[in-house]
C-alpha cells in the first residue's frame, strides 16, 4: 500500500501538498496524521466529496509499502506513522520546502527544494509531466501557495513559486474561495488570548537587537496560536516577536522574525520545534510559562545575531576637502569625482560641515570663485557613531529627507552611510541589480564559495589563504581576493594570479603577511601597492583599495584610498569586480555589489558605467579579449557605447604603449581565439585606428588559419621559451609595407628585439620559404638559413610554409640544429692560422661538410681544416 502523509496540525500547505502528490501516485491513499487547522477544517467540511481522505486509525500500517511525505521530513511530526518511516522495508518519499535539520528521517529519498511552499515542488512536477489538474485543485494549490507566502509577499518566496501560480490561474483557480480561506478573522477565544498576550508583551535588547516576548496562561486550550501571532505582529508593526502560552500542560511557542539577526527556525529547533528562518513554532510539554521563557531567552542569548550597525556598513575612508579649499577647486574636485557632496574637515581633520554641488554653483554664479568653502557648506550635520544600528539610521534619513549620513567619532569622520548602504544591507547586495537577494542559482552561499575554493585551489594556496584570513583577523584589517581569480573560481576554470585588496595600508598589511609567511615583500609606495613573493615562487599581489577618476578621456587614472565596494567600482567588467571576503569569520563570502554572478549566467560582458571606455578605451580590446576566451557576448548597451567609442576616436587618444599591452594580451591567448578577437576588433571597427590601412584581408585570414592549425605543432617542436605573440602580430601585420611595419613596431614602442622579430617575420621568412622551395635540399643549406633566425620568426616559418617546409624545419630542429663541429679556433692556431675573420669562414665550411656527411669525425675536421688553411694562404 502506498500512503500519503504530511504533518500533524494540517494547513493548506500540507493539503494541497498531500492532493497535488496524489495526482503523481494515484494508487496512494491521503491520511490525516492528526489535527487540521481550522480554516483547513472549514474547507474539507465544504469539500468533503471531493477529497478523499482517510483517518490513521483505518490504514493497516503493516501493509505500507511505500510512504510519501510532504511539507515534512522529520518522523516525529508524522505521529503514529514515525514508526512506519523507520522500518526499513518501507520505501520513504520526501517532499519538502522546509530546511533540514539532523531530524530528517535518514532512508527517505528527498525531492525537497527550497521554495516558498511545498505545493509550488509537486505543482511543478504535475505541470512538466503534463498531468491534468480541475479549477478545484487548482484553486487549492494557490491556497497552499499562497498560505505559505503570504499570496507571495513573504521573504522566502521564490520565482517558482510565482510561475506555479501563474499555471494555476490559467488552469482556472478561483481566487474569490482563496481570498475567502485564507483572510481569516479570529474567534472570540482567539481574540481574548491576544489581549492578553498583548498585555504581558516585553522588550529585550539582544546584541541590539529589540526582541519582544508575549507570555499568556488560558485554562481552555485555544487553537490558531499562530495566527494569532501574526496578527500581533502586524499590529503592532513589531520587527520580532516569540508568543508563548500555556494551556493544559504544554507551552506553545510561536515565533516570527522580519530580522535577519533572527533566525526563528535555529532557536526553535533548540526547543525541539522549527520552521523557516522568519516563522516556526515549538511546543514544550511539562514546562511552565516561566521555564519556557527562561529556555527561549538562553536561546536567543546564544543565537541572534548582532544588530547590524554604522561602522559595518559604512563606506571608508571618504573624500573630504578642507574648510579653505576655494570654490573654484572644490567645484572641479566635484566634477572629476562625480560627487554631488563633500564633506568639510578642518586642521583637525574634525567634520566642520557639508558642501554640495548647489553650494558651489550659487558661490560661483555670484563670482566668489576665489572664496573658501567655509563660507558657504551646511554646518548643521545630522550624523551617527559607528555603534548606530541599521533602524536609527533609516529612521533619521526618513525623518531628515537626505541620502547620507556620515559617521563620526569624536567628530572625526570615519565613514557614510548611503541610502544603497542601507538597501543592500536590509535587502542583500545584489538587490539592485534585479535578482534574488536570497540563495538560488544567481548567488553563491559562503559555502558554496568555500566548496570551489577547496576544489579549484591548490592545498598549498588555500593554507595561504587561511593565513591571510588570520593575519588580517588579529591586525584588523579588512582583506578580500580581488579580480581574475574570483570569475574563474565561478567559471570552474584554473587561475593562480592571486591579487588581494586591503582596506587600509596595503603595504603595512603585505609586510605583517610576509612575515607570517616567511616570504620577501616589495613595495611600490606610490601605489599603495605590494608584492609577497614566497620561498616557493609563488606570489601575492597585495594592493590598498583604492578609487580612481580620469581628468580627461583615455587619461591615466588619478587614484586615492577608498573603500572595496569602490575600488571593485573602478575596475573594467562585472565580471571582474567580485571579490571574496578573507578576513576572520567573514572568510570565503562573496561580494557582487554590480551582478557579476548574473552576467557569468548570462554569458555578458558588461561595463560598470557609461563612461567606462571613454575613461579607459583599453577596456575594448579586454572586453573582445573575454568575449573569446569564455565564448561571451558584449550585453547590448556596452557594445553600444563600445562602437560609440570607437567613432569618437577616443580609442587613438591611448598611449601607444597602452594599446601594444592589450594586442600581446590578445596574442597570447591560444589559437583560435587570437584570429576571432581580430575578427571582432574589425567588427567593431578598432582595426583601422591601430593603423589606417590595416584590413583584415582574405590573404590575412588564411594566414590567422594556419596560425590556429600549426601554432600548437611548432612550440612543441621548437621546445624554448619563446614569446607565443609574436606570431600572431606578424600576422596581423602582414599585409602593410615594410616601411610602415618599421614605423609601426617604433610607434608602439616594442623592444628591439621583437620589433626586429616581427620584421623578420614580414621579410626575412618569405624569402626563405621561396629559397627553401626553390633550391636543393641540402643540410648545410638548409641550415645556413634557418640558423639566424630566432625562435618566434622559425615557428612563424613553420606555420606559414606549407607541408614541404614544415618537414624541412621539423628535421632541422629534430637533426640538424644542435650539431656542432668538435674543433675549435685553438686547433686553426696551432696549424699557424692567425686570428682573422678566416677563423668563422674555416669553422663554418667545416660544420657545413659534417652536416651533408661528407665527413664524420675530429680527425677529418682537423684534415679539411688544414685543407681549407691551405687554400686560404694560397689566395
Given at each position: ?510 609586510r605583517i603577511l610576509a612575515a607570517e609567511l616567511k616570504a620577501r615583500v616589495r613595495s611600490h609606495r606610490k601605489f599603495g601597492t605590494a608584492v609577497v613573493i614566497l620561498p616557493t615562487g609563488r606570489r601575492i599581489d597585495v594592493a590598498t583599495a583604492r578609487t580612481e577618476f580620469y581628468e580627461y578621456p583615455a587619461a591615466l587614472p588619478t587614484i586615492e584610498m577608498s573603500s572595496i565596494r569602490q575600488d571593485l567600482y573602478r575596475r573594467d567588467f562585472t565580471i571582474n569586480a567580485m571579490a571574496i571576503a578573507l578576513s576572520g569569520d567573514r572568510f570565503g563570502g562573496l561580494l557582487d555589489y554590480f551582478g557579476g554572478v548574473r552576467d557569468l549566467e548570462r554569458r555578458h560582458v558588461r561595463i560598470l558605467h557609461n ?27 556596452t557594445e553600444m557605447l563600445a562602437r560609440r567609442a570607437v567613432e569618437m576616436e577616443i580609442v587613438g587618444k591611448l598611449t601607444n604603449a597602452r594599446v601594444r599591452d592589450e594586442l600581446i594580451d590578445i596574442f597570447s591567448e591560444p589559437p583560435p581565439l587570437p584570429f576571432h578577437a581580430v575578427e571582432r576588433l574589425e567588427e567593431l571597427g578598432t582595426l583601422h585606428i591601430l593603423h589606417p590601412d590595416l584590413i583584415m584581408t582574405s590573404a590575412m585570414r588564411g594566414r590567422f588559419r594556419l596560425l590556429e592549425r600549426y601554432m600548437g605543432e611548432a612550440w612543441e617542436f621548437i621546445g624554448a621559451e619563446a614569446k607565443f605573440w609574436l606570431p600572431g602580430i606578424a600576422v596581423l601585420l602582414s599585409e602593410l609595407p ?138
Open positions: 500500500m502506498d500512503v500519503i502523509v504530511g504533518h500533524v496540525n494540517v494547513d493548506f500547505d500540507a493539503l494541497a501538498s498531500m492532493v497535488a502528490a496524489k495526482k503523481l501516485y494515484p494508487e496512494a491513499v491521503m491520511v490525516f496524521t492528526g489535527s487540521v487547522n481550522r480554516n483547513v477544517h472549514e474547507f474539507i467540511t465544504l469539500h468533503g466529496d471531493v477529497l478523499e481522505v482517510m483517518e490513521s486509525r483505518a490504514i493497516d500500517k503493516e501493509s505500507i509499502t511505500r510512504l510519501i511525505v510532504v511539507d515534512n521530513r522529520i518522523a516525529d511530526r508524522i505521529g503514529e506513522f514515525a514508526e512506519v518511516a523507520r522500518r526499513s522495508d518501507v520505501e520513504v518519499f520526501v517532499y519538502d520546502h522546509h530546511p533540514g535539520s539532523e531530524h530528517d528521517m535518514a532512508n527517505a529519498s528527498d525531492y525537497s527544494e527550497m521554495t516558498g511552499a511545498t505545493t509550488t515542488i509537486l505543482v511543478k512536477l504535475i505541470h512538466g509531466k503534463g498531468i491534468p489538474i480541475s479549477p478545484f485543485e487548482a484553486t487549492l494549490f494557490i491556497l497552499g501557495i499562497y498560505e505559505d507566502t503570504g499570496s507571495l509577499n513573504f521573504p522566502g518566496t521564490t520565482y517558482e513559486d510565482a510561475d506555479a501560480v501563474a499555471y494555476l490561474m490559467r488552469e482556472g483557480a478561483d481566487l474569490t474561495v482563496v481570498n475567502h480561506f485564507l483572510v481569516q478573522q479570529l474567534t472570540p477565544p482567539q481574540h481574548e488570548l491576544m489581549t492578553r498576550l498583548l498585555a504581558g508583551m516585553e522588550q529585550r535588547r539582544i546584541r541590539g537587537v529589540l526582541i519582544n516576548i508575549a507570555t499568556a496562561r488560558t485554562e481552555e486550550y485555544v487553537k490558531g496560536a499562530s495566527l494569532i501571532t501574526s496578527k500581533l505582529v502586524e499590529l503592532e508593526n513589531l520587527g520580532v516577536l516569540f508568543a508563548l502560552v500555556e494551556m493544559r500542560r504544554r507551552v506553545v511557542v510561536v515565533g516570527i522574525s522580519r530580522l535577519q539577526q533572527v533566525d526563528v527556525d535555529d532557536i526553535l529547533s533548540g526547543l525541539n520545534g522549527g520552521g523557516h528562518a522568519k516563522a516556526g513554532s515549538a511546543t514544550m510539554r511539562d514546562h511552565t510559562l516561566e521555564s519556557a521563557k527562561q529556555a527561549l531567552l538562553r536561546l536567543l542569548e546564544q543565537k541572534v545575531g548582532p544588530m547590524v550597525t554604522a561602522g559595518e556598513i559604512m563606506s571608508g575612508p571618504v573624500r573630504t576637502m578642507h574648510e579653505d579649499t576655494p570654490i573654484t577647486e572644490a567645484s572641479k574636485r566635484m566634477e572629476l569625482t562625480g560627487h554631488t557632496a563633500f564633506p568639510v574637515i578642518d586642521d583637525s581633520s574634525r567634520l566642520v560641515g557639508m558642501i554640495s554641488r548647489k553650494d558651489l554653483d550659487k558661490a560661483g554664479h555670484h563670482g566668489l570663485g576665489h572664496a573658501p568653502v567655509k563660507g558657504f557648506m551646511s554646518r548643521d550635520i545630522v550624523h551617527v557613531e559607528p555603534e548606530a544600528s541599521l533602524q536609527e539610521i533609516q529612521d533619521l534619513m526618513i525623518h531628515n529627507a537626505i541620502g547620507r549620513i556620515p559617521v563620526l567619532s569624536d567628530r572625526k569622520l570615519l565613514g557614510i552611510v548611503t541610502r544603497k548602504d542601507i538597501i543592500r544591507a536590509l535587502h542583500g547586495q545584489e538587490y539592485l541589480h534585479g535578482f534574488s537577494p536570497e540563495g538560488g542559482t544567481q548567488g553563491y552561499s559562503r559555502a558554496e564559495i568555500l566548496e570551489r575554493m577547496q576544489a579549484g585551489l591548490p592545498g598549498d594556496v588555500q593554507s595561504m589563504l587561511k593565513t591571510v584570513s588570520s593575519a588580517a583577523a588579529s591586525h584588523g584589517y579588512n582583506v578580500f581576493l580581488v579580480g581574475g581569480v574570483v570569475r574563474d573560481l565561478l567559471l570552474g576554470f584554473s587561475n593562480l594570479d592571486l591579487d588581494i585588496v586591503v582596506e587600509g595600508e596595503g603595504i603595512e598589511f603585505a563612461l567606462s571606455f571613454v575613461e579607459d578605451p583599453t577596456r575594448i580590446f579586454r572586453a573582445v579579449r573575454f568575449e573569446e576566451r569564455y565564448g561571451f557576448r558584449m550585453e547590448s548597451q615594410l616601411h610602415e611595419v618599421e614605423k609601426w613596431c617604433n610607434q608602439m614602442r616594442f623592444k628591439r628585439e621583437d620589433a626586429n622579430t616581427i620584421k623578420q617575420c614580414h621579410d626575412v621568412v618569405p624569402a626563405i620559404i621561396e629559397s627553401l622551395l626553390q633550391g636543393d635540399a641540402a643540410a648545410s643549406r638548409i641550415t645556413g638559413l634557418l640558423d639566424p633566425l630566432n625562435n618566434e620568426a622559425l615557428a612563424y616559418l613553420y606555420i606559414l610554409g606549407g607541408p614541404e617546409i614544415r618537414g624541412m624545419v621539423e628535421t632541422y630542429l629534430k637533426r640538424w640544429k644542435n650539431i656542432s663541429i668538435d674543433i675549435k679556433g685553438e686547433d686553426l692556431a696551432e696549424m699557424g692560422l692567425a686570428p682573422s675573420p678566416a677563423y668563422g669562414e674555416i669553422l663554418n665550411q667545416v660544420r657545413k661538410e659534417l652536416l651533408d656527411g661528407k665527413i664524420s669525425n675530429r680527425e677529418e675536421e682537423l684534415a679539411l681544416a688544414a685543407e681549407l688553411i691551405r687554400q686560404k694562404k694560397q689566395e
